[in-house]
């Protein structure tokens, strides 16, 4: 099995809806565009992800979303060095079609009240729906280690709940684990590099906002 050396995950730059949330009674959320701060951050993180990966392969697999395509391409990696693959398993939470602004907002103060992972946006998702279809993707993934001339780098484009989601499933966190931490910012990044002990562990922790607080012995 040919593991990569590192899985980086990014989220996309800034956009649209992440500075004006009325965007979405017009727009849906998945052709929504990078804002010109998107952009600079995209092409920041695409200078730090050319020096990370020199001349070595990657396998990129995007987020269907405008977003996210757009922060790829911003990214400015070696086309000779990359394949890409869309994966819509990758996308955002679903929050619902087109979107009553002050609805939503009711319903994000009933998710913080109710719990992210659990609580489900009406006609959208949970975390946890989210969550499972992470974990079927992380199925994939895996079954194309096997390959023996997989690349050497993996770098997921997409969004912030789906990264720490991912990491939630690949590090084995608890709920209350999940719950405890924040979404990296626009155009950050989170590297899952393998140790000489065979396993995983991610570069930087995300930011913690509380303390995990789980119901049983897991914590």
């Not at 992210?116 to 992380?138: C, K, N, P, T």
């Not at 393998?194 to 303390?211: A, N, V």
Request: proline share 5%; glycine share 8%.
């Amino acid at each position: 099995m040919a593991r990569p050396r590192r899985i980086v995950l990014l989220r996309h730059g800034e956009s649209e809806g992440n500075i004006d949330d009325s965007v979405y009674e017009r727009v849906p959320d998945h052709a929504l565009r990078l804002t010109e701060t998107g952009r600079r951050q995209a092409e920041e993180a695409g200078e730090r992800l050319r020096a990370t990966f020199g001349d070595e392969r990657v396998s990129i697999y995007v987020s269907p979303y405008r977003r996210t395509h757009q922060t790829l391409k911003l990214l400015d990696l070696d086309p000779s060095r990359t394949r890409v693959r869309e994966e819509p398993r990758l996308r955002e939470q679903d929050w619902g079609n087109w979107q009553d602004r002050e609805d939503v907002r009711k319903q994000m103060a009933y998710r913080d009240a109710y719990g992210h992972f659990f609580y489900r946006f009406a006609q959208g998702e949970s975390g946890a729906d989210v969550y499972d279809r992470v974990d079927a993707f992380l199925e994939s993934l895996w079954r194309s280690f096997e390959d023996p001339a997989h690349p050497p780098n993996v770098l997921l484009v997409t969004h912030g709940l789906t990264m720490r989601l991912f990491c939630m499933r690949w590090l084995h966190w608890n709920v209350a684990e999940f719950e405890s931490l924040s979404n990296p910012g626009n155009g950050e990044m989170r590297t899952l590099l393998l140790g000489s002990d065979g396993r995983y562990h991610l570069d930087r922790p995300f930011e913690r906002w509380c303390t995990p607080k789980p119901y049983g012995h897991t914590g």
